[in-house]
């Protein structure tokens, strides 16, 4: 089952909980399992240059099951994803993105943040994350 | 002022009230005056196809500060706009899109619905504007 | 469940079947219900600019959920969805793109097909669908 | 003489059961020697992320008549092809793409595989490559 809207919006709301708490203005993303975009919220005084980026780190981290920060590590000079950001019309690879799991251990969706250090961006998309589930997943997810 | 994400929610609130009224499964995207993306919202079971035509429709009504069936009038063969869809990588023009126009007739974003006939995302789109306002807008509206 | 890779396969295998019934070199493409390729095929001498058409119709009838000659009808010049193919990256609009929907009413997928007249990219299209279920679907069908 | 449809479907089927041997879930895809693409096929639970990587690594291949790895070694920072991927819109020079040569020396193609570590996308590109002959060319193979 693809993520629905009421577990979208609550995953925002959870998302929206945390950004406040650490005083930030982010912009949240939720796609579904196929990466098609869900729900999006852009809170007031984000960067306009984070829609963009918290739709595609939602994207990259559906596209690969993991979050984008994982892929990040592994896409330095000299790593060996070095450059798949030139993949999928554009990868976010820093943190920020998570798959949203559920309870069965299914990928259902993921959630991208993007508008403050990648520490909170991260944070953010954790909170996000588990008001759903988890997105600490099985090597490799099963997908709806 | 662009739009804050507190009208927009209630835009979004306002369409998704009405979409269920009329039956119907909706794609709803708000932006801001400068065209960058605000909010959005997929119901379930709304078609993937309307992600991007819904944001593309918000888009397109700021654009030009007008609503976007009123381009596509103008846009048809042999008519002074034809072709203008190949712009600004990429313009719906039929209806759907409506300007969101303040007490004070700024334009502060705009509203794009779709997935299902044109009509119905017109009444949508027409149900998040009033919300907030009005989409009915002088000749040339100030932008915030 | 998206479509399996086993159930694309028979898909193709059917497809196939018929284009060589009726002479013909197509292109032959599978999506998942999220619009994501599952499954290509471009049989000796097709046309190497079927390859995008192919894919662009299976895509273009899962994000719709209809025959893409449907959308066609309503996107000619003066009516409703005029230009709506400026959406999505690129949609096609004439026939040979069928959504697959299996014996629950559920739209697992979509096929599309091009490398000959639309009449034989739609009849293609139709053998390919019918190997796992039917294209005929309720008015708004749900999406795995 | 570009790879016939049959022969990219007997790489495919030897990629297959190499991905299977390892216990992957893998995206393969072949492209003839003009880089269009030939055939495709989604494992079931291979990411959707690995779909553009697996054809973009099979058209790096063919695009330049070498492994992708061989490409992504000159384009680390401070190398003589640093930046190469923003060409040909979009290339991975990441392990994963082998050219497909067949036994008089002329690339007939390529393969490109993307779906777990680089070093297992290397091992299923090898064995569907060599399903056809090799992938170790001559300097600058002909092109059919």
């Not at 650490?22 to 869900?38: E, N, Q, R, Y």
């Not at 595609?56 to 099951?65: D, L, P, S």
């Not at 984008?68 to 070095?82: A, H, M, R, V």
Request: aromatic letters at 6%; proline letters at 5%; hydrophobic letters at 45%.
């Amino acid at each position: 089952m693809h993520i629905t809207i009421e577990n979208a919006a609550k995953a925002i709301e959870e998302a929206i909980r945390k950004a406040r708490e650490i005083d930030t203005f982010m912009c949240i993303a939720i796609v579904d399992s196929g990466a098609d975009l869900k729900a999006f919220h852009r809170m007031d005084d984000a960067w306009v240059g984070s829609i963009d980026i918290a739709i595609k780190k939602a994207k990259t981290a559906v596209f690969f099951g993991m979050p984008t920060g994982e892929i990040g590590k592994l896409s330095q000079p000299g790593k060996p994803l070095y450059g798949i950001e030139h993949s999928n019309q554009g990868l976010i690879t820093f943190p920020g993105g998570l798959p949203i799991v559920d309870k069965d251990g299914v990928m259902i969706g993921a959630i991208g943040v993007s508008g403050s250090s990648v520490e909170n961006d991260h944070a953010v998309a954790t909170a996000g994350a588990q008001a759903l589930g988890t997105w600490e997943l099985p090597a490799h997810p099963w997908r709806t």
